[in-house]
């Protein structure tokens, strides 16, 4: 059995949303820049050219965009655990890595921020 993924990749997903701990960071949404890097097979796909052997990556975008504008999470790790559980609930996504990053949230730093990986069980 074939234990390599393939990878859909959403790159550099920029939305803004309350996200800190600071009573600042709580009065005005900030930018968050999010990276999903989801695993599955889209072999089929490939063969067939039918989005339903794969993962729609639209759908995920604009539910990652909803959640990340709404959610108002104190810590860029909760906010990628919510991500994560929503991409795990997609048909066909086994695993995914989320990095979660707010640029310019450290005074030097381009961005910080968190990645984290998640795996639908079985």
Same mark, same amino acid.
């Given at each position: ?6 990878? /859909? !990749?959403?790159?550099? #997903? ?5 996200? *800190?701990? %600071? ?9 968050? #820049? ?5 695993? =599955? %097979? /889209? ?15 639209? =759908? !995920?975008?604009?539910?990652?965009? =909803? ?15 919510? /991500?994560?559980?929503?991409? #795990?609930?997609?048909? %066909? ?10 640029? $310019? ?7 910080? *921020? ?5 795996? %639908?069980? $079985?």
């Amino acid at each position: 059995m074939d234990t390599k993924m393939d990878q /859909i !990749i959403i790159k550099d #997903l920029l939305v803004r949303g309350i996200i *800190g701990l %600071n009573d600042w960071e709580r009065e005005k949404p900030q930018d968050i #820049l999010i990276n999903i890097v989801i695993f =599955t %097979n /889209i072999k089929k796909a490939g063969e067939t050219d039918d989005i339903e052997h794969s993962v729609n990556y639209r =759908t !995920i975008a604009k539910k990652t965009i =909803t959640h990340a504008e709404t959610a108002g999470r104190f810590t860029v790790e909760a906010l990628a655990e919510d /991500i994560a559980k929503l991409c #795990l609930e997609e048909a %066909n996504v086994r695993k995914v890595r989320v990095r979660i990053e707010k640029p $310019g949230a450290v005074r030097f730093a381009k961005s910080v *921020g968190v990645e984290i990986e998640r795996s %639908n069980p $079985g």
